[in-house]
């Protein structure tokens, strides 16, 4: 079956690093995106990686290893305002989007 | 987590037809569903944002009178692509919320249209 693994919960201090790791197991790859979402809002797209390597984006990077079935989205500089979940998605070969759960990310002072 | 139905999971139509995309949530009652649209290799692209019993909120840019949005109740939100034509193809995505939570996310929809 197709499955998409990242971590329930991190917890992390305000002006420190992050990552939050995805796992993927699908049939076939088109693409994975990472998306932050606050609660009762829509999702907003924060980075999408098709090829291997580190994707950066002012304190967001996400980085993606296709042999590995791997991604990791590394939040720098945190600020409490990035509490957030944090939601990886795979793009099967049927052009299928596949989530994973979302990782609820706590900063702390 | 909780679960969001899409059906179905894909479509071909013909030009000019309309197409109706369904989006339940079947284990908690959504008071906001969310409807995307997704072109390949791209970042999904909000469309309209809808509560129950209201009006959707439809993005700039997205037409209202080709996108009919309905949330009639707090288990359904619908879609309906008028007059469908080969650019309307596309991924659809619906997702669906309590406000209390996250949105949870439907498979999606592949249509095409012919």
């Known amino acids: 079956g197709q499955n998409i693994d990242q971590p329930t919960e991190m917890t992390a201090t305000e002006g420190a690093i992050v990552q939050i790791n995805c796992t993927y197991q699908t049939s076939g790859f088109n693409g994975l995106f990472w998306y932050q979402q606050h609660a009762g809002e829509a999702p907003t797209f924060l980075s999408y990686n098709v090829l291997d390597g580190l994707e950066e984006k002012g304190r967001f990077s996400s980085f993606l290893s296709r042999s590995k079935g791997y991604s990791y989205l590394l939040l720098k500089e945190l600020q409490m305002k990035d509490s957030a979940s944090y939601l990886c998605?795979?793009?099967?070969?049927?052009?299928?989007?596949?989530w994973g759960a979302g990782t609820k990310l706590i900063i702390k002072p | 987590g909780a679960v969001v139905s899409q059906h179905p999971s894909r479509v071909i139509c013909k030009s000019g037809t309309s197409v109706k995309i369904e989006c339940r949530s079947l284990?908690?009652?959504?008071?906001?569903m969310f409807w995307y649209r997704q072109f390949p290799k791209q970042s999904l692209m909000l469309m309209a944002t809808?509560?129950?019993?209201?009006?959707?909120?439809?993005e700039q840019g997205v037409e209202k009178d080709k996108f009919l949005i309905n949330h009639a109740s707090l288990t359904l939100s619908t879609l309906t692509v008028t007059s469908a034509h080969p650019e309307d193809s596309s991924f659809y995505i619906c997702s669906a919320s309590n406000a209390d939570t996250e949105a949870f996310f439907g498979q999606g929809t592949r249509l095409t249209v012919v």
């Open positions: 809808s509560n129950e019993g209201s009006k959707a909120t439809y």
């Open positions: 998605a795979v793009i099967d070969s049927n052009y299928q989007l596949i």
């Open positions: 284990d908690f009652q959504a008071t906001t």
